[in-house]
């Protein structure tokens, strides 16, 4: 296992910018979620996929915010007009499904800064 | 709905002391318990879980964790702190009846600072 990879580590962009980011699972994993971590948090939920489906959106998962997994593999996640509250890490972890209990393994996450 | 209470944001331990930091939980069924840990500026590290059965689960790098259905409690030790310890660590929750509800509910966090 190489372990669930993401790119890029850091993005720095302006407001109202698009940003996309990239999530490379554990092979053979079939889930994949994303979760946003700010300051001084925990990581929280933001989506999640089984294979190619989108099974579950949160509240926090704005109309500005895309995921998607069209092969059912690397998975993007993409912020339109970025707002300056967008600013935190962004961790993709996965799951597979021949787990009992769904142990999610993260990735080293992307931080984004808005400026 | 779950949530995951981390009570205190700072433990300090002087090294080869024994450690706890401390997590309770709230869901409606059954719990998942889940410990992580994180380093500065990457992601989380997987350490242990609770499923079922012995109510003390031992995982990586010495650390154990006991559950306590009574008290809603999932708090992780180390008998013997080392340095390296040093992290931020994270109680995750997710509720077995929770259906097709994958995500983990994640408390806070607390720092823990191993003293040399």
């Known amino acids: 296992d190489t372990g669930v990879s993401q790119d890029p580590r850091h993005k720095i962009t302006k407001r109202g910018q698009n940003v996309t980011f990239r999530c490379d699972p554990i092979?053979?994993?079939?889930?994949l979620y994303w979760y946003r971590q700010t300051l001084g948090q925990g990581p929280e939920f933001l989506t999640y996929f089984q294979n190619e489906a989108q099974l579950e959106k949160s509240r926090l998962l704005s109309d500005r915010f895309s995921a998607e997994r069209p092969k059912g593999s690397f998975s993007t996640l993409e912020i339109q007009r970025t707002e300056q509250g967008d600013s935190a890490m962004y961790l993709c972890a996965s799951s597979s499904t021949s787990s009992s209990t769904d142990t999610q393994y993260f990735g080293p996450g992307t931080r984004l800064t808005v400026l | 709905a779950q949530s995951v209470a981390q009570p205190e944001d700072q433990v300090n331990v002087a090294e080869g002391n024994p450690l706890t930091v401390k997590c309770t939980y709230s869901?409606?069924?059954?719990?998942?318990l889940f410990w992580y840990v994180q380093y500065p500026n990457r992601g989380l590290q997987f350490l242990l879980k609770?499923?079922?059965?012995?109510?003390l689960v031992k995982g990586s790098y010495g650390f154990e964790a006991e559950f306590n259905k009574s008290q809603t409690s999932f708090h992780l030790k180390k008998p013997s702190a080392l340095v390296s310890d040093s992290a931020l660590y994270f109680c995750?929750?997710?509720?077995?009846?929770?259906?097709?509800?994958?995500?983990?509910?994640f408390g806070s966090g607390t720092q823990l600072t191993v003293l040399p």
């Open positions: 869901v409606s069924g059954n719990p998942y």
């Open positions: 609770y499923i079922t059965g012995d109510n």
């Open positions: 092979s053979e994993h079939n889930r």
């Open positions: 995750a929750v997710r509720d077995r009846l929770s259906g097709s509800a994958r995500q983990l509910t």
